[in-house]
């Protein structure tokens, strides 16, 4: 295909990187503290890693506690910041709950929360089954929604803060096989626009976050690299 040569080499691994250049003082973000959900891997992981270059410690959760914490292991010694990695499932709100007080027990505060964890795969929309539909909703639209409002009652509606909500351009003109994600992140924009509003006046700035495809990550890997081509 046309452009092919201009993709980088794909990995099957989360690193960290072997040198960082910064553009904002290193210590921009000294001694905060943010809450990543989907941080063991992909562009969650990688926006730890960031965060914790310029001095931010992380929470990193996942369903998988075995990969958070092997993710917390790489980004702790990458950085020399710290690292709780915990595990929870963002469609049951007992388990979010379980991690922000285990949270807030270890550093005192949660200053951002960055809501990463998200479910996908390609398949057309005919043969696309009811429940599989509403489960990539529940990941990704519900979840956000969970984690947000769990977060807000525990600690930002009296401390303010920041969220970022990770999204996806799927929405932006339509994709083949992809009318299950493109429509909960199409729900995920638009539940951002409402609490930005809502919350705002608590001093909570909530933004959404929509990349394209990103070699290199988990779900570049499931999806395939033809998907950048379709739109």
């Known amino acids: 295909m046309p452009g092919t040569s201009n993709i980088p080499d794909d990995v099957d691994t989360d690193d960290c990187l072997l040198n960082y250049s910064y553009i904002f003082s290193p210590d921009i973000l000294k001694d905060k503290v943010a809450f990543i959900t989907g941080g063991g891997s992909g562009i969650g992981f990688r926006i730890a890693e960031i965060l914790m270059r310029h ?3 992380t929470i990193i959760a996942s ?72 489960t990539v909703l529940e990941i990704d ?16 509606k009296e401390h303010g803060g920041v969220i970022v909500n990770i999204t996806a351009t ?11 994600a493109g429509s909960a992140k199409a729900a995920i924009d638009a539940m ?29 890997r499931k999806l395939g690299k033809g998907l950048v081509y379709l739109s």
């Open 55 to 57: 001095g931010c410690h």
């Open 192 to 220: 951002t626009r409402h609490l930005a509003v809502e919350w705002g006046p608590d001093n909570i700035r909530i933004n959404s976050l929509a990349p394209g495809p990103i070699s290199g990550t988990e779900g570049f």
């Open 170 to 180: 799927l929405n932006y003109r339509g994709q083949i096989l992809q009318v299950h």
């Open 63 to 134: 369903r998988s506690l075995e990969r958070v914490q092997a993710s917390a292991k790489k980004l702790t010694a990458a950085t020399g910041l710290r690292c709780l990695p915990v595990s929870l499932d963002v469609r049951q709100p007992a388990t979010i709950v379980a991690a922000v007080e285990a949270t807030l027990q270890k550093f005192g505060k949660i200053d951002i929360l960055v809501n990463g964890a998200a479910g996908n795969f390609l398949c057309p929309a005919n043969d696309l089954s009811f429940n599989a539909f509403k």
């Open 141 to 156: 639209t519900v979840g956000t929604f969970n984690t947000c409002k769990i977060l807000y009652q525990k600690w930002l």
